[in-house]
């Protein structure tokens, strides 16, 4: 049986291709950005639904899976109830429509993992409430895409939620670790800096992310009050000054950035270049087919709001391996087939 899904906050189908991967069929999407629904529709060759708050439930084919990215809207938590009523206001809110609508047998909700500390943790259990209160068991957990196969220091809160048993985090499959030199391309059009533009550190470290902080750009942002080795480092967005070690892992790629000022140590080379855009994609799983938008700096946008595809294939294969979409009678009838497969 080919079990269903949707994806909501859809980007540009990320969730799909990691739950197409595991054998799941996606029946419905929602993406409110154009430029988005254009990439997502020429890969995937299904035009996006828009704007969420527009959806009819009722209208959505039936699915045994919802799949959101959502936004962090400001949540109200003047009541007192805590749960779904509190989420009014919030695209959350239109989420848990769609569930008390069409009651799926699992969630599978993704976020910064800041979203934890959100108005000092309040924001996070109002969503936790209210999808209890739609009557499902939930987990959640901070996974980082380089426990799964990729070089990408790239953690994300991920809530789920199911009609019968708890999904237990603990059955993911993690991957060894790889670093960055695995995922460079062997030939393009690279961008290298003049030594004259950087200053490599003395003493790098391997940090417990797996980045290894080589040097920064000599770039005058900040003078005064600072540690040594940081004078040149951005303070609005931390990582575009800074060059890392290909040895390494590479830091979270970020929806922020569309100049793509990520620069790369190579030691054999003795240089510095920044990492190309068909790497960036790379380092998120996507694969070389995939058609990215015409413009440079959308694309990186789009790809730092993205999510990590493996992370995402490794949650759509456990939840079929924990049996969480097969309900009590099938259980039975598979437990007494494989019973009797073993008898014999």
């Known amino acids: 049986m080919q079990y269903k899904f949707i994806d909501l906050f859809a980007g540009i189908g990320g969730f799909r291709k990691g739950f197409e991967d595991a054998g799941f069929k996606c029946v419905f999407t929602s993406e409110i950005n154009p430029q988005c629904q254009q990439v997502y529709e020429t ?76 108005d000092k943790g309040r924001t996070f259990k109002v969503i936790l409430k209210a999808l209890m209160d739609l009557g499902y068991n939930v987990t959640h957990k901070i996974l980082n895409a380089k426990d799964f196969g990729l070089p990408q220091n790239r953690e994300r809160i991920f809530i789920i939620a199911t009609k019968k048993h708890y999904f237990d985090f603990a059955k993911l499959k993690k991957k060894k670790k790889v670093i960055l030199r695995d995922f460079l391309d062997t030939e393009g059009n690279f961008e290298f800096i003049d030594k004259s533009e950087y200053t490599l550190i003395d003493t790098p470290k391997n940090q417990e992310s797996g980045l290894i902080f080589v040097g920064y750009r000599n770039k005058n942002i900040w ?45 054999e080379l003795d240089t510095v270049r920044k990492l ?63 019973a009797l497969l073993f008898a014999y």
């Not at 003047?78 to 047998?105: A, H, V, W, Y």
């Not at 290909?246 to 979270?252: A, F, M, Q, R, Y």
């Not at 015409?294 to 946008?301: D, L, R, V």
């Open 43 to 118: 890969n995937f060759g299904d035009k996006p639904f828009g704007d969420i708050t527009k959806i009819n439930p009722t209208d959505i084919p039936n699915f045994d899976i919802l799949l959101g990215g959502f936004p962090c809207q400001p949540f109200s938590i003047s009541g007192k109830k805590m749960g779904f009523e509190d989420t009014r206001g919030t695209l959350f809110f239109d989420i848990c429509q769609i569930i008390d609508t069409k009651q799926p047998n699992v969630v599978v909700l993704e976020n910064v993992k800041h979203l934890i500390h959100h």
């Open 223 to 267: 003078q005064k009050g600072v540690r040594e080795n940081t004078e040149h480092l951005s303070r609005v967005h931390r990582q575009p000054n800074r060059i890392y070690s290909i040895d390494g892992t590479h830091p979270t790629i970020p929806s922020q950035e569309t100049a793509g000022r990520f620069f790369i140590y190579i030691p």
């Open 276 to 338: 190309t855009i068909n790497e960036c994609y790379k380092i998120m799983g996507f694969q070389p087919n995939f058609i990215k938008h015409s413009n440079i700096g959308e694309q990186y946008k789009q790809i730092g709001n993205s999510v990590a595809i493996p992370v995402i294939r490794a949650i759509a294969e456990s939840i079929n391996e924990q049996k969480l979409l097969i309900d009590e009678p099938q259980r039975q009838v598979v437990g007494d087939l494989q």
